[in-house]
C-alpha cells in the first residue's frame, strides 16, 4: 500500500496523464451524451442563486447538476491529493527561468505559485492587482467570449473537431505566449 502511495504522490508523466484526460472526453459522450468543461459551472451555480428574470439564467440549470458534481469532484480530488498524497519534493524549474525570476524579485520556488507574488499581502498592491484581479476579470471575460474556457475548446472541441474550437485555442496559446513573454515581465517590474 505504501509504494501505491508513493507512486500517486509523484507527478505522473505526460504519456499516463495526458490520455487519461483525453480519454475523458469519449467516456462523458458515451456515459451521457456530455460536453467536458468547466468554465459553464459558474453559469449553472448562478443560475441557481439569482432569480430568473435574468434571461441569461433562464434554463434548466438542474438538467446540468452533473457537471456541478464533476467539478466538486475535482475540487476535493485536489484537496484529498494535497493532504494524502502531496509530495514534498521542492518545484524544479530550468535554471535560465529561475534567473530570470530572481531578477524580477521572485526567489521563493517552493510551491507551484510563487509566494513572492500571489499572497494577500501583493493583492493589496498594484502588481498584485494587476497580475490577480484584472488578470482575473481577463480570464472570465475570454471564457464567455469564446463560449468556454480551455478545457472545453482545446480539449472536447477540438477532439470534436470544431473549428472554433481551433481557433480558439490559437487565440488562448497567442494571448498566453503574449502576456507570459511581454505583459508580466512589465508588471513584474514594477
Not at 458515451?30 to 468547466?38: E, P, Q, T
Not at 505559485?113 to 484584472?134: H, Q, R, T
Not at 474550437?165 to 496559446?173: N, P, Q
Request: charged share 10%; aromatic share 14%; proline share 5%.
Amino acid at each position: 500500500m505504501s509504494d501505491l502511495i508513493e507512486t500517486l504522490s509523484k507527478p505522473w508523466p505526460w504519456y499516463i496523464s495526458g490520455p487519461l484526460i483525453g480519454l475523458t472526453v469519449p467516456a462523458l459522450l458515451l456515459l451521457g451524451n456530455k460536453s467536458f468543461g468547466i468554465s459553464s459551472t459558474l453559469r449553472h451555480v448562478c443560475a441557481m442563486c439569482v432569480p430568473a428574470k435574468i434571461p441569461f439564467f433562464q434554463y434548466n440549470w438542474r438538467s446540468e447538476l452533473w457537471n456541478l458534481f464533476f467539478v466538486l469532484g475535482i475540487f476535493f480530488g485536489g484537496v484529498f491529493a494535497a493532504l494524502f498524497l502531496g509530495g514534498t519534493d521542492e518545484v524544479v524549474i530550468d535554471e535560465n527561468l529561475e534567473a530570470e525570476l530572481l531578477s524580477y524579485g521572485i526567489n521563493n520556488f517552493s510551491a507551484l505559485v510563487p509566494a513572492d507574488l500571489f499572497n494577500f499581502e501583493v493583492l493589496f498592491s498594484l502588481k498584485g492587482f494587476v497580475l490577480m484581479v484584472v488578470g482575473g476579470v481577463l480570464v472570465g471575460f475570454g471564457t464567455r467570449y469564446a463560449g468556454g474556457c480551455t478545457s472545453g475548446h482545446s480539449i472536447t472541441g477540438i477532439s470534436m473537431l470544431q473549428p472554433a474550437s481551433v481557433i480558439a485555442t490559437v487565440c488562448f496559446m497567442a494571448g498566453g505566449f503574449f502576456c507570459a513573454n511581454l505583459i508580466v515581465p512589465i508588471v513584474l517590474s514594477w
